[in-house]
């Protein structure tokens, strides 16, 4: 592999002593303590987009066969995580319905969907990501997703651990000068060089950068599966040099000699010649074939993959055992992976907690700034459902649990309390219809009438009377 490479320094938090003064000087000592973490960064964004350490390993000779593989379970084990943990947005419902209409429209006009995946996905990838709060030209909020290569937080050095600063930076094309901000609860200042700029006041009061974590230890999904991750491209690679080195394998020929022109060069035209004889009993033509490690290449990729997908806690979906399973056996199989999407949801909900705590920090978004305590937050794992096993289940459980539970079993059920509302209406409607139905048998009694049909012979017509009987 690659000399620089693993082990890189998790990215502990970032801690200052509580009433520091917040210098220029203060924030570029914490810039360069951020960028020695940017090569840990960079590598598992490259492990994620498929640029593995294999393409770095040094170059053979040119007459040596030289394939490079690199078989991305990085990108497979997030991509198989993230559809089945997030793949159904997760879901936000307040009381108030005022408040509720609030978060609905701050949602929509931030493309909430959308932006919570790409957020999950950074935090799946780095092991944690921030969130960026902004006000728009129309002073909408609007949220951001940022990489932890471009922002960082610092907390205090206390036991409550609050956020004391945050940075936003970047260089500009000369790959030289700094430029970005600074934002503290009180306010936000511009930076360029090692100068402080343009100073504005929060609108938030608190500071508007939102961290989102996979773990405590901030450990990206795939970190622990880097190194079997490259283990297996090497070995895959080098099956494939022993498949291209048996296509083009050197024929010996013992015994006779064969001129210049029969053979130009040995490397390229892999032609070995020795003679010395000339009783054509004794020459051998063959070819030469190095000994091969087949089967123990494949008990190790074999071995690895297995060792990939248990690591990681996310399956080979597409296994044959997924196949024909049952649905209480893809559960069983799903176990690991839901264990760890339960784990994630815990510190999902508290990062969105604390994104809805600053949008309501204004009262031009809502009145109350405490209506965010009262948000319920629903997450759903995306897997194939038996609506027909849901339906008998449900209708078993009639009389036996409430209504609410008894629906909460049918998965086509988005929200249970919506629906009871709905079912309630709809039996009024029913109940009202029948009590109209009595009313105006009542009020309006119906004389009924027979139809008599005469038949005028010859006229070839049906002429139809009608009379009170």
């Not at 283990?231 to 498949?243: C, L, M, Q, S, T």
Request: some cysteine; hydrophobic content about 35%.
């Amino acid at each position: 592999m690659g000399e620089n490479k693993r082990p890189y320094k998790l990215p502990e938090p970032l801690m200052c002593d509580a009433g520091k003064e917040i210098k220029m000087e203060l924030v570029n000592d914490y810039i360069v303590k951020h960028e020695e973490r940017l090569a840990r960064y960079n590598y598992l964004e490259n492990l994620y987009k498929g640029f593995h350490d294999i393409f770095n390993l040094p170059e053979k000779e040119s007459w040596k066969p030289d394939n490079r593989l690199a078989v991305n379970f990085p990108k497979y084990v997030t991509d198989v995580f993230l559809g089945y943990a997030y793949g159904v947005p997760v879901k936000k419902k307040h009381p108030d319905k005022a408040v509720n209409d609030a978060i609905v429209d701050f949602d929509r006009i931030n493309g909430m969907s959308d932006h919570d995946y790409e957020m999950i996905k950074n935090v799946c990838k780095y092991g944690h990501a921030f969130e960026y709060f902004y006000q728009d030209e129309s002073t909408k909020t609007r949220v951001a997703d940022n990489t932890p290569k471009e922002v960082f937080l610092v907390y205090e050095n206390t036991l409550r651990k609050a956020a004391y600063f945050a940075v936003r930076y970047g260089y500009k094309d000369d790959g030289f000068t700094k430029y970005g901000e600074v934002i503290t609860k009180e306010k936000i200042v511009e930076f360029e060089g090692n100068e402080f700029k343009e100073e504005k006041p929060n609108p938030y009061g608190k500071i508007n950068v939102v961290e989102w974590m996979m773990n405590a230890e901030r450990m990206s999904l795939y970190e622990e599966i880097s190194g079997m991750t490259e283990i297996f491209n090497k070995a895959i690679g080098e099956k494939a040099n022993d498949v291209e080195s048996f296509a083009e394998a050197y024929l010996a020929i013992l015994g006779a000699e064969m001129d210049d022109e029969g053979v130009h060069r040995i490397r390229d035209n892999r032609v070995i010649n020795i003679y010395g004889t000339d009783n054509a009993k004794d020459i051998l033509v063959q070819f030469l074939q190095k000994p091969t490690a087949d089967g123990t290449q494949e008990n190790l990729l074999e071995r690895t993959e297995r060792l990939i997908h248990k690591i990681a806690m996310v399956p080979d979906i597409n296994a044959e055992s997924f196949g024909n399973a049952s649905g209480v056996a893809i559960e069983y199989k799903l176990k690991s992976m839901s264990d760890l999407a339960k784990n994630l949801d815990r510190l999902v909900i508290k990062s969105m907690k604390k994104r809805y705590k600053l949008f309501c920090t204004l009262s031009t978004n809502v009145s109350n700034k405490d209506a965010w305590m009262d948000i319920e937050f629903k997450t759903s794992r995306n897997i194939p459902k038996n609506v027909l096993e849901e339906a008998q289940t449900a209708a078993q459980l009639d009389g036996v649990v409430s209504e609410e539970t008894q629906l909460s079993v049918l998965s086509i059920v988005d929200d249970v309390s919506e629906e009871i509302k709905k079912k309630e209406k709809e039996a009024e409607k029913a109940r009202r219809k029948q009590e109209s139905t009595i009313v105006d048998r009542l009020m309006f009694p119906q004389n009924s009438t027979t139809a008599e049909t005469v038949i005028q012979p010859g006229a070839g017509e049906q002429v139809t009377q009608a009379g009170a009987e």
